[in-house]
């Protein structure tokens, strides 16, 4: 399962990396980046800026749906665990209770519960994210460097059905981007 | 108009207060923060460091000592089996709590203060849960089986005793500390990657570079990666107020007069981030200085973090009036017994302590002056921490050295080991955040940059904006807008 | 300051229930089932005053709870100057001011104290040593002086800040924020603490041999649930009115939601802690209220209260559409309202009625005959002012709240 290995695409060419200058120059480009039917594309900020999802057109992650799933899990293995133990495995009268006493039973429960729940948020993240990726092509740009510091950037790649090697570049021109340019990916 | 700090403060009126001074723009924020990082290490740090790794040393000789020779060397007895150990273990833990209050709590009620202090106040819980779990750890006696606390299968067929207060302290504060650990080191990855993208020699960039994952600030990231964030502080937070219940209920769920009663969990919860706000402050005060950050972590953000020491202080306050009420109510002589003990017993001098520190002394925080005040608040912070150390060793001690039968009584008196495990591990805290400083950016950059307003994609934020988007977007009679329109 | 320009007109047309309006009406449907309910109380009543005097202090107790919890509400948003809920206040002021009118809903109780509390009957300290000793606070005259200083003192809250806000309806002066700003800490400290003896007195004391110390907490965490959830109910409401839809958003709908959802949390959180602690160390002397509550039919309720007020909550109320859509968000708090009743019903009745739940006539006539008064007096209050405070400086901030 190609879960950490980048998606990327074939061929010499990677796409094209356009820099702008500030969110707002970035945001409006991403709508018409958006409207114009580009799908194999991406933003790239030092920071995460409020509303860009919505103009890039992305759909909400399905991140809590997984943590709901890893939480309840966890849950009910500590649950089932502490049952277990107390009412079949060892069972001990234990200042009076008895063998299945569940409220003595919450405070693992939970915990694991959140545990679980915090590990699946974590690797879930990582994995929806094809993280770690320690080499991409964009890495070869020199100005995006900066991407971790002051620069916005939107990035479109050659394998998209629009794609092409000038009108592309032209178009992100046209949106504001202060520098456009090709990056191949080996 | 630059308008000065003071005058920035006493803004009831405007919308989105100022939080970061003299307008910076991305670039100098990532300057200021990186810079320390990357720059020779200064005279001052250095200052810091050598004390706190002396104090590391003397804990590993006390840790050592108790290995080799066993609990007997402090001064526990008959009836305290509990004293100093047990009262680290608490106040440490309670310590750790603020930072995830700062990360989480604050993140969900959307204080935008909170991004120049939760890197910091998150490496100060992961530190303080290292030192508190180190005395649970070491106060067992036969430390060479501590794994039994684990439910491993084993050829003796036993399993730990889920039921007891003291291993669900072991379950939450691992829970805890693995929790914390993973929402500062995902808060950490873009700051990171910030540092990696700024390394000068290889062996930097490869060292940031492998802890940053590769992120590059895709926004097809950031979108799971907020996803993340916003669930990682929906489940630290009730983490938080579970972790200390469960530290409370070890006394709790006793029989002890001063210890059986059932405001302790939110009552302990309170208690712990009242003195992690204070050891906050104290570590920003020094910071910010020694960083020169004073731009980013301003006298507003003081402010706000006073306030919320004076409301938690006011929380234990209101417990202990409500124990103290309460044990003449219940008519029960034992409990009125442990209260009265407390006060005017051999331990009066700690109690006493613990009243004027935690519920007089914070009462300078009504006052606006001693909450912008550095000098005071300096002062405070360290009065508080010690005033909430007292209170959990009154808690113990008080109630386990005079409990039902006269001929059980006892009295406990510090040696020479306990302080030295006591002092050892401010060591231990202080040498881990010496290094933290040093090696990572200490402020959330890439949180800091979207409370500046340039950061707004939609122009200016400030009144005028939230106005003319309130005119765009609002719905027409009887609907919604529709879901996740911006 | 806002300047001139950029203060939000929100004409007062827009934001007062227009004269015609079905919600005029309110007031004397609320009037009509006061007096209904009196009535059935009255005659049901003389045959059992004892139910009478305990269905009327549940009842009581619920429209109480409801209008504290609304005060912490407005008094946090002061203290922590929140901008969010500011187009949301008025309904909070407007449900705090009726504490005035609670104070005369008290009297009924005050005629039943030897019904309703074991330790008020004359010569029950005599018998029992534990109520010799609590006798110097468990009796009539100091339990009724204390009464009237938590009313006293409520209404005068109550009534600052609500003479505050409608003031500055007219004035428009900021000054009154930051007055009421600075009032807010120490307003919250008098208030949690007279709320926690109010507990004491009224609830704890009715099973006088037991204590807990967690018991202010306890009915401070119901009555905060009670009260977002009355917020919701009445916002939705308004807006299918056709009232405030302009200005109450899927925004701050999602806001009282996740409330909502985070102090139902919290009050099992509370409830959960008391229980366990005293189910652990297993003291009879604290015990009993407990066993009182798994006594026969008591446990479903028990069971009933786990399951409705905290495992349905919590996972109804996690979602983000839920809370985002008033229908489904006012469900959610319509039922959270009665779970609050039932909360308190459980609290209270187990004192009367130990061998098992028995529903009585009073206990609807009460409902009906507090409630009434309590809606009557809400509503009548509601037709006079505006709807939001028209012009706190912080309106603007708070119109075009935007959730995360």
Redesign the interface.
């Known amino acids: 399962m190609p879960l950490l290995l980048p998606q990327l695409p074939t061929g010499p060419t990677y796409g094209i990396l356009a820099e702008f200058a500030t969110p707002a120059d970035l945001y409006h480009a991403c709508e018409r980046v958006r409207d114009a039917g580009f799908t194999r594309w991406d933003a790239h900020t030092p920071f995460p800026v409020h509303g860009l999802e919505g103009a890039m057109g992305l759909r909400r992650s399905p991140l809590p749906w997984i943590v709901l799933g890893t939480g309840l899990t966890g849950a009910a293995l500590g649950f089932v665990l502490q049952w277990w133990v107390h009412a079949t495995a060892y069972p001990l009268v234990i200042s009076g209770k008895p063998y299945f006493a569940w409220p003595a039973m919450i405070p693992i429960t939970f915990e694991l519960g959140v545990l679980f729940a915090a590990l699946g948020a974590v690797l879930g993240m990582l994995g929806l994210n094809r993280l770690p990726m320690h080499h991409h092509p964009l890495f070869k740009s020199k100005v995006f460097e900066r991407v971790t510091d002051d620069a916005f950037f939107i990035s479109i790649e050659s394998w998209d059905p629009q794609f092409d090697q000038s009108a592309t570049g032209k178009l992100l021109e046209s949106l504001g981007a202060r520098r456009v340019e090709l990056l191949e990916c080996e | 108009m630059a308008q000065t700090e003071a005058e920035l403060l006493d803004n009831?009126?405007?919308?989105?207060p100022t939080l970061i001074l003299r307008s910076p723009?991305?670039?100098s924020i990532?300057e200021a923060v990186a810079g320390p990082v990357e720059g020779r290490t200064p005279i001052g740090w250095w200052l810091f460091f050598i004390p706190a790794f002396a104090l590391l040393g003397l804990l590993g000789i006390a840790v050592s000592w108790l290995f080799w020779e066993g609990i007997g060397i402090w001064g526990l007895n008959v009836p305290v089996g509990w004293a100093y150990d047990i009262t680290n273990f608490v106040f440490w833990i309670g310590i750790g709590h603020a930072g995830t209050l700062i990360s989480a709590i604050l993140f969900?009620f959307?204080q935008k203060w909170r991004t120049s202090i939760n890197r910091a106040a998150e490496a100060m819980t992961i530190f303080a849960v290292m030192c508190a779990l180190m005395f649970p750890g070491i106060h067992v006696g036969r430390v060479w089986v501590a794994y039994w606390m684990f439910?491993l299968p084993n050829q003796m067929?036993?399993?730990p005793?889920?039921?007891s207060?003291l291993?669900?302290d072991v379950?939450?504060v691992s829970?805890y500390g693995?929790?914390s650990v993973?929402?500062w080191y995902?808060g950490l990855i873009?700051?990171l990657?910030?540092m990696?993208?700024?390394a000068k020699t290889r062996a930097r960039k490869l060292a940031y570079?492998?802890f940053a994952?590769?992120?590059?600030?895709?926004?097809?990231?950031?979108?799971?990666?907020?996803?993340?964030y916003?669930?990682?502080a929906a489940?630290?937070t009730?983490?938080v107020?579970?972790v200390h219940?469960?530290v409370s209920?070890d006394f709790?769920?006793?029989?002890l007069p001063g210890w059986?009663?059932?405001?302790?969990?939110?009552y302990f919860v309170a208690g712990a981030i009242f003195s992690g706000f204070a050891m906050v402050l104290t570590l920003m005060v020094i910071c910010r200085t020694a960083f020169r950050l004073e731009h980013i972590v301003t006298l507003r953000h003081f402010d706000y973090m006073a306030k919320i020491t004076?409301v938690t202080g006011?929380m234990v306050g209101?417990?202990y009036?409500?124990?103290f009420f309460?044990s003449w109510?219940?008519?029960?002589p034992y409990e009125m017994f442990a209260f009265l003990n407390r006060a005017l017993g051999p331990y009066a001098w700690a109690y006493w302590i613990m009243v004027s520190c935690n519920v007089i002394s914070p009462q300078v925080f009504?006052f606006k002056k001693a909450r912008t005040s550095i000098p005071i608040l300096f002062v405070m912070s360290i009065v508080i921490n010690i005033g909430m150390w007292f209170e959990r060793f009154v808690i113990i001690t008080t109630s386990l050295h005079r409990d039902f039968l006269p001929s059980a009584w006892g009295h406990f008196t510090p040696t020479i080991w306990d302080v030295s495990c006591l002092l050892g591990s401010f060591g231990l805290f202080f040498t881990m955040f010496c290094l933290f400083v040093r090696f990572v950016p200490m402020v959330a950059t890439?949180?800091v940059?979207?409370v500046l307003p340039?950061?707004?994609?939609?122009?200016r934020s400030g009144?005028?904006r939230?106005?003319q988007?309130?005119r765009g977007k609002?719905?027409?009679?009887?609907e919604?807008?529709p879901?996740?329109?911006? | 300051m806002i300047p001139e320009r950029d203060r939000v007109a929100l004409r007062p047309e827009q934001v007062t229930i227009p004269p015609g309006h079905p919600w005029n009406r309110i007031p004397v449907l609320g009037a009509v089932c006061a007096l209904l309910g009196i009535a059935a109380c009255a005659i049901l009543g003389a045959a059992n005053p004892k139910q009478f005097f305990f269905s009327w202090l549940v009842s009581f107790l619920f429209f109480l709870s409801l209008a504290l919890g609304a005060l912490f509400f407005v008094l946090i948003q002061y203290a922590a100057q929140g901008g969010w809920g500011i187009v949301l206040r008025r309904i909070g002021e407007t449900i705090f001011a009726m504490l005035p009118v609670m104070a005369a809903l008290f009297l009924p109780l005050v005629l039943g104290l030897r019904d309703l509390y074991s330790w008020a009957v004359p010569g029950a300290a005599e018998q029992d040593a534990l109520l010799r000793w609590k006798a110097p606070y468990l009796n009539v005259p100091f339990f009724l002086m204390r009464a009237a200083l938590y009313f006293g003192i409520w209404s005068f809250i109550a009534l600052l800040y609500y003479r505050g806000s409608r003031g500055q309806d007219v004035t428009g002066d900021p000054g009154v924020s930051a007055r009421l700003r600075r009032l807010a800490g120490p307003a919250i400290i008098v208030l949690a603490l007279t709320q926690t003896f109010a507990s004491v007195d009224w609830i704890m004391s009715l099973t006088p041999h037991w204590y807990s110390t967690m018991f202010g907490v306890y009915f401070f965490a119901g009555s905060f649930v009670g009260f977002i959830a009355l917020l919701s109910v009445v916002a939705v409401a308004m807006r299918r009115a056709g009232l405030l839809d302009t200005v109450i958003s899927a925004e701050h709908l999602h806001d009282i939601g996740k409330l909502l959802f985070a102090f139902t949390v919290f009050w099992a959180y509370i409830a959960f802690s008391q229980f366990f602690l005293i189910w652990y160390a297993n003291l009879p002397e604290e015990t009993i209220w407990y066993r009182a509550r798994m006594e026969g039919s008591w446990m479903t309720v028990s069971l009933f209260l786990m399951a409705g007020h905290f495992v349905a909550p919590f996972f109804y109320l996690m979602g983000r559409t839920v809370k985002r859509k008033g229908a489904t968000l006012a469900v959610g708090g319509a039922w959270l309202l009665a779970m609050h009743f039932v909360d308190l019903y459980w609290q209270v009745m187990p004192t009367l009625h130990p061998e098992g739940v028995r529903p009585s006539a009073l206990d609807v006539a009460a409902l009906v005959a507090v409630g009434g008064c309590f809606v009557a007096a809400a509503s009548w209050l509601m037709r006079r002012q505006a709807l939001v405070p028209l012009r706190d400086p912080r309106l603007a901030e708070s119109l075009a709240f935007e959730n995360v």
Do not use: C
Not at chain 2, 252 to 255: F, K, Q, R, T, Y
């Open positions: 009831p009126v405007a919308g989105s723009d991305f670039h990532t969900l959307r439910p067929g036993m399993w005793n889920f039921r207060p291993l669900w379950f939450a829970v693995t929790v993973l929402f995902v873009p700051d990657a910030m990696r993208d700024r570079g492998f994952l590769g992120w590059r600030g895709s926004v097809r990231q950031w979108h799971h990666y907020e996803s993340a916003l669930v990682l489940l630290a009730p983490l107020l579970s219940s469960i209920m709790a769920v006793s029989l059986h009663t059932t405001i302790f969990p939110p004076l006011s209101f417990a009036a409500t124990e309460t109510y219940s008519g029960n009504w890439s949180e940059k979207t340039q950061a707004d994609p939609h122009g009144p005028e939230e106005i988007a309130h609002l719905p027409g009679r009887g919604l807008a879901e996740g329109a911006s």
